[in-house]
């Protein structure tokens, strides 16, 4: 017997926790667990239904369902510090930059876009977000492998569906937002409202950490007590950074904290990743660590598994990409055009069944950086390339684009045109290894289509580690 709140997967003798707002789905929902043999059924004081099994009433299904998990699981936040980000993009790069910090200092765990690290042998989540359960178990989990913190991404969708329902954050960040990621909203209001409700679970003494250099920064400010902490190229940002020097090996910026000024050399490539590294310090500082101390573990970041994962040949060199915004792919065009002695050419496409609204911007970008710009497939769903190409070459002013349908055959023509100094740039699946057709993942790398047709051994053991 086991509670659960999704009736697709109600088995006999569970219980149902109905925690969908819609009281007609409500009711639906319910007859649907107790044709499946619920034993329980927990809902609203607003149903009126006559069921074959019995009916606890309460004034509040999702708080009911938050405090039976959080019992069932022994409370396992108390002594684990949450820390929550949000975003349209940036989220997986701050996520990941504040996990490789903390894990310096302490045990730090991660939910996110690349999973749940340390990994859970029965939690394998395909989103994002993880639904409310799997984060209070994850949550129990690693309090028991004795970590101390857990920063996991929030995303606009998992917000909307209640996945991070009452959690206790101690840290709420928001990185940015931009007019993208729609296809889960009914309108741009509606997505910052969803992000909003993040800093909604905070308390006076919880911390946000917002970007002034966002349009959005004024709506956010002032949402619940908690602390507010600020970072970005504004003087008067809390954490405030200049003189940005970026290059193929490595960027540098003067870090201003406190009428003291910082001189930061890190590893991590491009404009963007100043504002994820400074948003990270900006949260370890919030946590009690020391600036100096912090500075000091910089050197050991990592490049972001699908972000300007760099692979040298001898004439040419090729980065892969996760952007798949219009604004992280103008970050990405910027920092590669900086840094290109040669030609650009870029591999991308437009996933199926959403974004439609921001192709265009993403063709004409690319196509105005590139000498070559390469339309292709990027997780088509059930939408035909032929529209998707459409979509992507409506305010195209070069005539410099090839298509081709095939993701494989257009890394491998890119390869073909390539000479000395010139930069692949393929955008959009990073070290994804799968492609979305119709309902369906098919097994698709671009690591491994760039390892076999170079013939570089062990190429994605070493991008994937």
Known sequence: MKLKNNSKKIKKNDIYISTVENQQLKEKYIKDATKKKASLIITNKQVNLTLPCPILKVDNELSSYYQILNDYYQNPFKNLTLIGITGTDGKTSVATIIKNLLDEFDKCANIGTNGLNPKHPKINSKNTTTTLEETIKYAKYIKDLNYKYLVMECSSEGLKQNRCYNLPYKIAILTNITKEHLNAHNSLEEYKNCKKILFNYLDENSIKILNTDTDYFDEFKNISNAKLLTYGTNPNAIFS????????????FILKYQDKKYFINSPLLGTFNVYNLVCSIACLISLGFDINDIISKIKTLKPIKGRINIIETKKFKIILDYAHTTYATKQILDYVKSICLGNLYCIV??????????????????????????????????????????????????????YIKNRKKAIKKAIKLAKKNDIILILGKGLDNYMAYKNKYKKYSDLKVIEKTLKIKNLSKKLSK
């Open 241 to 252: 950074f200049e003189d940005v020097k970026t290059t193929y090996e490595n960027t540098t």
């Open 349 to 402: 496409g437009c996933a199926g069944n959403r974004y439609k609204e921001k192709r265009q911007e993403i063709g004409k970008l690319v196509s105005d950086y590139s000498k070559i710009a390469i339309f292709t497939k990027d997780d088509p769903r059930n939408e035909k390339l032929s529209i998707i190409f459409k979509d992507m070459s409506k305010d195209l002013t070069k005539n410099n684009v090839i």
